[in-house]
């Protein structure tokens, strides 16, 4: 018999969002110290964490990163909360995000990746001139992704402190600061404008739908009139011959 | 060591060995002694008891026996040949067997005690030989002319006597004989095959049948796509099974029972599915993100991956969305956004679906124009 606790809730599913993501500021050369290697440019911090700062240790265990290669001891344990690995360097990576659950719930770990972002992007910029490069800023760049960990059927145990902590409701912040704070962009406006957005491009799809349709009522009363058509002429010359023959 | 024996006691150590199992001999002597004693068998007359006529029948009776052995008594030989010599006329008829060769036929019949093969071996009349089956056609014919069998019980086998037949079985009986051990492997071998073929055959038509049964239903308006690929049929299949399995466990609802383990059974039914409506309707579990699911696999997964483009049509969705300058991607996957990007994606699919219903009409207009006449 299965110990209590481990047993799954059938036809139950519970999610958790989660930010996970980087943040980097480029360094000035005066604010960089003696240990700060001198090659690096950029301060930069990778992160899983709830949504506007929520806690999520009640379902998250530990979280591992795999930095890049040459940064010593590239993976990075970290158990507590924030999980959050600040580190230096002047280049982009993927990063590898590994999140260990607690162990009510019974699952394997989840992994993630993400790109390390340091410098913005911006499609309008034009492109660089190697030889006047634009005035670099000390603003942070934001690289951030929402996701949400589904948990289907999760364990009794799982579940109870699934009901009990942990907050999923997205918070309002109102139509004109929803994109307001680049720290934290993820919340229901943000949704609204997603949702809208996908609603416009299926508007777009339904006329492009709309017209193949009328498109194929048009093609298949061509073809009729077309074969309808040849059928006569065929009885017509079938008729023809006939009369040749009797004649 | 073990003292000396003789007889068949001896006979068995010798084979077994001096720790063979223990068992008495007695009974098994004294059986061996009574079959081993060879008794005469005399061919004596035997009165068939549903007969009043005079016909006499004979059969062998061993020595010492009070009745006679087997009861399928034959009509005596000389009294077949006294009916046949009789009535002369009747046997005329039959042009490939003339009355002296049926007459001759008996003879060796009589000389042989009945025993047809003897009787086919030693044939020679006039430089002609019978077959067995001839033979025994013959006779049994003759037999049942005669009027001697009419009234036995043992006649109805003789009358059901069939050349053909038993000559398709000395063929069959020959040539599996003559077969050699691959041979016999080969044969099985495809004998295993049909049989499995037809099993496969039968399930097909079966169904076939079902689904053809199952197909009267109204035409679907949602997307069809995952139907149209070479799986699509077992796809189809599978999901109208599912289908059909949900509709009659919503049509049967289980009943309360009055027996103790079935009322248990319906206590936890009827406490899951309070715990799932508590779920559903609590605004504290919609603030938690605990919901019902109807169909779903134990485990966790991120809901981004539920909202990604997946089968074979993907390249062609994808170009689709860039090809319309949309985004193929959710910014942020919650229940909403994913359920929306859901339509979008039925939308893209029908929109690929009549993409293709115009490529095969406008080929069809291509093809039937020319075709026409004056082309």
């Known amino acids: 018999m299965a110990p209590s606790g481990i047993k799954r809730v059938k036809g139950i599913s519970a999610f958790r969002p989660i930010v996970y993501g980087t943040v980097a500021r480029r360094v000035p050369p005066e604010e960089r110290g003696p240990n700060f290697p001198p090659d690096h440019t950029h301060r930069w911090t990778v992160f899983v964490k709830g949504i506007h700062g929520r806690d999520i240790s009640h379902f998250v265990k530990k979280v591992q990163f795999k930095l890049h290669e040459t940064y010593a001891n590239r993976i990075r344990n970290v158990e507590a909360p924030p999980f959050q690995v600040t580190e230096t360097g002047w280049g982009e990576f993927e990063i590898q995000i590994k999140v260990y659950f607690v162990p009510e719930a019974g699952e394997k770990p989840l992994t993630l990746f993400h790109f390390l972002k340091i410098r913005p ?97 048009q093609k298949e009363q061509e073809l009729a009139e077309l074969r309808k058509k040849r059928l006569e002429k065929e009885e017509q010359e079938k008729g023809s011959k006939m009369e040749v023959d009797e004649s | 060591m073990a003292s000396k024996q003789d007889g068949l006691k001896r006979e068995l150590i010798a084979l077994l060995g001096n720790n063979g199992t223990a068992f008495s001999l007695s009974d098994f002597r004294v059986r061996v002694k009574k079959v081993s004693r060879p008794r005469k068998w005399t061919r004596t007359a035997a009165p068939h008891p549903t007969r009043k006529d005079s016909l006499t029948f004979s059969s062998w009776k061993p020595q010492g026996a009070t009745s006679v052995y087997n009861p399928e008594a034959v009509p005596h030989e000389s009294e077949l040949t006294r009916l046949i010599a009789a009535d002369r006329d009747i046997w005329a008829i039959d042009s490939d067997w003339p009355l002296d060769e049926i007459m001759y036929m008996l003879e060796l019949w009589q000389a042989f005690d009945g025993r047809f093969f003897l009787v086919a071996d030693r ?28 009234q036995s019980s043992v006649s109805k086998g003789f009358v059901n006597f069939n050349m053909e037949e038993a000559m398709l079985r000395k063929t069959l009986l020959a040539s599996s004989l003559e077969k050699r051990t691959g041979d016999v492997e080969e044969a099985d071998f495809l004998f295993s095959e049909y049989r499995r073929i037809l099993a496969y055959q039968e399930k097909m038509i079966e169904e076939r049948n079902a689904l053809q049964d199952k197909l009267d239903l109204p035409v679907t308006p949602s997307n069809i796509h995952c139907f149209s690929g070479s799986h699509g049929l077992s796809y189809l299949s599978h999901s109208l099974l599912l289908s059909d399995k949900l509709k009659r466990k919503r049509q049967n609802p289980p009943q309360p029972q009055s027996e103790q383990p079935e009322k248990t059974h319906s206590r936890v039914h009827s406490e899951s599915d309070h715990r799932k409506d508590k779920f559903s309707e609590s605004s504290s579990n919609t603030k938690h993100g605990i919901g019902k699911v109807t169909k779903s696999h134990s485990g966790c997964s991120l809901r981004s991956v539920r909202c990604q483009f997946k089968g074979n049509a993907t390249p062609k969705v994808l170009s689709l969305l860039s090809s319309l300058e949309l985004a193929s991607t959710v910014g942020m996957p919650t229940t909403e956004t994913c359920s929306a990007f859901e ?22 207009i291509r093809t039937e124009l020319a075709r026409q006449p004056n082309s």
């Open chain 2, 123 to 150: 044939y020679n009349y006039q430089g002609k030989t019978r077959t067995v089956e001839q033979i025994k056609d013959c006779f049994y014919k003759c037999a049942q002319k005669s009027g001697a069998f009419r």
């Open chain 2, 343 to 364: 339509v979008l994606q039925r939308q893209l699919h029908l929109v690929l679906d009549a993409k293709k219903m115009l490529d095969k009409l406008n080929h069809e």
């Open chain 1, 121 to 217: 992007y911006n499609p309008e910029m034009p492109i660089e001139d190697p030889a006047n490069p634009p005035p670099e800023t000390s603003e942070p760049v934001y690289s951030q992704q929402y996701d949400e960990i589904i948990f289907n059927e999760p364990t009794e145990a799982f579940l109870e402190i699934l009901k009990t902590k942990g907050d999923v409701t997205l918070p309002s912040v109102g139509k004109a600061n929803a994109r307001a704070d680049p720290a934290e962009p993820f919340n229901k406006e943000t949704e609204e404008d997603e949702v809208n957005r996908i609603n416009l491009a299926i508007k777009k799809v339904n006329e492009v739908l709309e017209e193949k349709r009328k498109l194929i009522v």
